[in-house]
């Protein structure tokens, strides 16, 4: 098991950006396949984003394509989301998630088995 630890989080006005990075420690992560999750308040968990373990291939849900970034350095460990021309819509907590590797990312859920604690997104209108 990864274990991930999230930070970046906080309160942007509409339109601003974020920049989210999950730091990886317990295994090789650049084994490791990689992605971003949400949850918002009374909603259920959201696929956001996946990379797999090269950085070769991404995978995006249609809502954030064009505006959000995942990317990762398996030299240090990280994977981030660049997240620009946030909307009030992105509010939720955003949590990070790795799985066994795969060619190709994929933001399905199953895919994932270490989940990180989330770190809330505020983006006021």
């Known amino acids: 098991q990864v274990q991930l630890v999230e930070s970046g989080g906080g309160t942007v006005q509409a339109g601003g950006s974020l920049r989210l990075s999950c730091a990886a420690s317990?295994?090789?992560?650049?084994?490791?396949?990689a992605g971003w999750f949400r949850q918002a308040p009374g909603k259920e968990r959201e696929s956001v984003a996946a990379?797999?373990?090269?950085?070769?291939?991404?995978d995006y849900v249609d809502s954030v394509k064009g505006r959000f970034t995942i990317s990762r350095d398996n030299a240090k460990n990280t994977v981030d989301l660049q997240m620009n021309s946030l909307k009030p819509e992105d509010t939720a907590v955003y949590f990070c998630?790795?799985?066994?590797?795969?060619?190709?990312?994929?933001?399905?859920?199953?895919?994932?088995?270490?989940w990180g604690q989330g770190t809330q997104v505020t983006v006021s209108s």
């Open positions: 998630a790795a799985g066994p590797a795969r060619l190709r990312a994929s933001i399905s859920a199953s895919e994932f088995t270490s």
């Open positions: 317990g295994r090789t992560f650049r084994g490791y396949h």
């Open positions: 990379i797999n373990y090269s950085g070769g291939s991404t």
